[in-house]
């Protein structure tokens, strides 16, 4: 046998037996899984505590005369849908001896308290909401006007958005009307009665459980 056909042996000896050694590397070489989970979107659900402050005004010109300061304590609950939110919540309001004009003269608001149902579209870490509630006022006697002895109730209808920063602290901007009727005054010898309405623009911090 010639040296050329010795050496064209020898290299086909040698790659068939090196074939399956090659085989095995590659069978046994397995591709990394590939990524496709998303991200968890953030969850709503749950408790909150937390206080707000802002102004309490007698007319949605904020430039007006008469307005308070507003300083108080919200708690409630919320329940995640998934794109949309669900939830309730209370909170108690000193509204700052804000004015509330009534016939012959104002009145002075003092307290608030408030339950409130809320719905809203969830933006991931933002939450953009309406709420509604049944409230109760405390009014204070001002120039000469005298009004009722104990609370008024009335209704409020408002709007807000809400924004996480992290799990657990969350801040809110919210605007609410609110309706107070049938409110009972005696000033110059006359009696009157008259609904009355204001409004409130405030800033929150919540804690979330």
């Given at each position: 046998m010639s040296y050329?056909?010795?050496?064209?042996?020898?290299?086909?000896?040698?790659?068939?037996a090196a074939a399956p050694a090659m085989s095995a590397d590659l069978n046994s070489y397995e591709a990394p899984p590939?990524?496709?989970?998303?991200?968890a979107s953030t969850s709503w659900t749950g408790a909150y505590v937390g206080g707000h402050i802002g102004a309490a005004m007698p007319s949605a010109n904020p430039f007006r005369s008469g307005k308070g300061l507003a300083l108080g304590a919200q708690a409630g609950y919320d329940y995640d849908l998934g794109s949309a939110v669900v939830g309730g919540e209370v909170e108690a309001t000193h509204l700052g001896d804000a004015q509330v004009k009534v016939p012959n003269g104002h009145l002075k608001e003092r307290w608030r308290a408030a339950v409130k149902a809320k719905a809203g579209?969830?933006?991931d870490q933002t939450l953009v909401y309406g709420t509604a509630g049944l409230t109760?006022?405390?009014?204070?006697?001002?120039?000469?006007?005298?009004?009722?002895?104990?609370?008024k109730g009335g209704y409020l209808l408002g709007a807000g958005a809400e924004h996480r920063f992290t799990p657990q602290?969350?801040?809110?901007?919210?605007?609410?009307?609110?309706?107070t009727g049938d409110v009972r005054t005696f000033a110059n010898g006359t009696a009157s009665h008259t609904?009355?309405?204001d409004h409130v623009v405030k800033g929150g911090l919540n804690y979330r459980f």
């Open positions: 050329g056909l010795k050496s064209l042996a020898t290299v086909l000896l040698v790659s068939f590939a990524y496709n989970e998303a991200p579209v969830k933006l109760a006022t405390s009014l204070r006697d001002s120039g000469g006007v005298t009004g009722p002895d104990s609370t602290i969350s801040a809110k901007v919210e605007y609410n009307y609110v309706s609904d009355l309405s």
